[in-house]
């Protein structure tokens, strides 16, 4: 079984600064590409930044600039710094991981999710 565990969010004034941490734990044997996605009710999930395993990084035209993401291979957690926070950054954001839990898996590895995390922005 695998398991991510998501950490960070809440009510943050716009301007300010938010930092969530997701932990990937159980029966890993590697991980690709890790991200994080958002989602507010009534729209689609979109993909806010995603980080490789050799470390490249992609991000949403919406947060460039203004969100960092960034991985601890040792630990298996991925990080979203969130700066100069927007009321339209308001959304559920989840963790995403490519994993593979044994060597005889594809390359690219399964898709799991984290739980979620509320982040809202508002004064």
């Known amino acids: 079984q695998v398991q991510l565990v998501e950490s960070g969010g809440g009510l943050v004034q716009p301007g300010g600064s938010l930092r969530l941490s997701c932990a990937a734990s159980?029966?890993?044997?590697?991980?690709?590409?890790m991200g994080w996605y958002r989602q507010d009710p009534g729209k689609e999930r979109e993909l806010v930044a995603d980080i490789s395993s050799g470390g490249s990084t992609n991000y949403a035209d919406s947060v460039k600039g203004r969100f960092t993401i960034s991985r601890d291979g040792a630990k298996n957690t991925v990080y979203l710094q969130m700066n100069s926070l927007k009321p339209e950054d308001t959304a559920v954001y989840y963790c995403?991981?490519?994993?593979?839990?044994?060597?005889?898996?594809?390359?690219?590895?399964?898709?799991?999710w984290g739980q979620g995390t509320q982040v809202t922005v508002s004064s």
């Open positions: 159980g029966s890993i044997f590697s991980i690709n590409t």
């Open positions: 995403n991981a490519k994993i593979r839990t044994h060597k005889l898996m594809p390359a690219t590895g399964l898709p799991y």
